[in-house]
């Protein structure tokens, strides 16, 4: 029912928990602006764009899992591993063409590993995905020797920090990358697919959706999304650290359910999503600049998920019990 | 042949853990003969004791179904333990840190059991949340140090050993998983909670007070937490901030390879004693192979992939 409501709105059109982000963004930026002088500056409006973009696309496969009552935390690290291999083309001085390619294929490549244990091996995704990072991390450290990456050529960056018609590559590419997930999602079978089974894989399952074929591939989906934003990363930095990615999954998962997408599935926002990422980006940097030590930053997204997920658990129960003692 | 076929359930559980681990012994063996002398096997106790409390914690939490997880043990571990020495700091008489340690835990425990119950949130989202604020807030108050002032009584009980085995593990894993496993097949709470994991909503329709045994649960998940880092900070010396490390995977390895159903209402604690065992010899050997220890975390995952995809696979077989 509200799948089909939904998927008569706009690309952009808005509702009451995304104008509340906006606000919340606003106000963020307003508040950090009053508390500190070095906020609201130019090159530090840049600096959180900057860092949101990786988040971004990650956060955009995220919001198709959760939706679908599934979940990736090593996602993070499918990331690093993507970044090992565009690295590795770029230290080998391979084309930038080539390594634009690698990241895409590393992060589906591994999506379907995820998709195998989880949706073949039909294990829930919590534990089976919890498995994979312990393994994928493990690989992380065997594939950098416990070194840094370092040191790489700028040939990817000389690609990716031009701008096209006056937009900015990385704009472009998420601005498509939410297009095409926003259409799949909307406007074709896969979409209501993947909230139906959000609500009730069972249900789904026996009204004769494929549930394995549109779980499996949401799990590529997100993979090649993570690869892209691997791409963006080592085009930035130039280097691939150790801990590439540890908090990457956290910080998605909690973008995604300030954005309103529900766990329980079958709502689902992608523009929440977009400025759940902002939001939490401008908190994350705004902290750090007024002098809270980043060691708080994982707590400050703890709190914000389990603190969202609380209101929202309160304030449904309350309009609900109100309805339910009013008179017919 | 036909025995192993025959036996089921718990029984062929143990069986396969002894054969795994006796594999993993006599590979060890091979490889390094000089491994396994006394010391060895009281260092491996000594490291079971801390994943055994965990995983029991874990394992029962899983077994109450209603996919039941805790995946905030480790955070859990790391903070009681600094919320009990900073607390001495701050003048607490020592003589109460045991006690403050293991309440600290419970009461980490109870708010998972808050979210859970109260607030009806996904178990695993809640405490991948608490998970992060502990083991955040652990890090955050100490900027990572690791925290000194463990009262000399306290390190005598933590490093005691008699005849081989460490006292911690004599004197609080072995009575707490005696009390549980005695707790699950004797009590009317124990069976409560096979019931509830087996089939929520019946256990529900013939009176058993689901809420609440979920909610005891996870506060006892959390109790056993603080127990874990009361042994780390015997044993240590110290107060570590990052002392529950990768336990969240861990426990849950153990859990899982102990043969605990994901889905709960099968299994039970013998096989998770023996898993713990299984794990901490297999992470101690590889340590005396010199293999670096970021290898651990691989394994230990790779290994509950494993776990979870036979589990599946036999259920095939046998329908």
Known sequence: ?328 | MRTLRNLQGPALTLALLCALWLIVIVGLLALKPSVFNLGTVTTILQFSTILALVGLGQGMVILAGGTGIDLSVGGAVSLSAIIALLSLKLGLPPVLLPAVCILTGAMLGALNGLLVNGLALLPFIATLGTFFVYSGVALAVTGGAAQSGVPGWLLVWGRGVVAGIPVPFLTLAIPCFALAGLALMATAWGRWIYAMGFNERSARLVGIPVDRVRFILYALSGALAGAAGLVSLAWLGSGRPNIGQNLELESLTAAMLGGIAITGGRGGVGGVFAAVLLLVTLKTGLLQLNINTVWQVGIVGALLVFVLLADRLSQRWRS
């Open chain 1, 1 to 328: 029912m509200s799948a089909v409501r939904q998927s008569g709105s706009g690309v952009f059109s808005m509702n009451g928990r995304e104008w509340s982000l906006l606000v919340a963004c606003l106000l963020a930026i307003a508040i950090f602006s009053v508390a500190s002088p070095h906020y609201a500056t130019q090159g530090n409006a840049v600096t959180v764009l900057r860092n949101s973009i990786e988040l971004l696309l990650i956060g955009l496969g995220m919001t198709l899992l959760l939706a679908m009552g599934g979940v990736d935390v090593s996602i993070g690290i499918v990331m690093g591993l993507a970044a090992i291999a565009i690295g590795r083309i770029l230290g080998a001085d391979g084309s930038p063409f080539v390594a634009l390619v690698a990241g895409p294929l590393v992060g589906a490549l591994l999506g379907c590993v995820t998709a195998a244990v989880v949706v073949l091996g039909r294990v829930p995704a919590i534990v089976g995905t919890l498995g994979l990072l312990g393994v994928y991390r493990t690989a992380v450290f065997a594939l950098l020797g416990g070194q840094w990456l370092s040191g790489l050529p700028s040939s990817l960056n000389d690609l990716l920090a031009t701008t096209v018609l006056g937009i900015p590559v990385p704009a472009l590419v998420i601005a498509v990358a939410y297009l095409i997930v926003w259409l799949a999602l909307r406007r074709t079978p896969y979409g209501l697919h993947l909230l139906a089974i959000g609500n009730s894989e069972e249900k789904a399952r026996l009204s004769g959706i494929p549930v394995i074929k549109v779980r499996f591939l949401t799990f590529v989906i997100s993979g090649v999304l993570t690869g892209i934003a691997a791409t963006f990363y080592v085009a930035t930095y130039r280097n691939v650290e150790t801990s590439i990615g540890s908090t990457s999954a956290l910080d998605a998962i909690a973008a995604v359910i300030l954005g309103g997408t529900s766990i329980l599935g079958g709502r689902c926002s992608l523009l929440g999503t977009v400025l759940g990422v902002l939001l939490l980006r401008i908190l994350q940097n705004g902290l750090l600049l007024i002098g809270v030590p980043s060691l708080w930053q994982p707590v400050v997204t703890g709190v914000l998920i389990i603190g969202v997920l609380g209101f929202e658990a309160v304030s449904n129960r309350l309009p609900l019990t109100r309805f339910q003692r009013a008179p017919a």
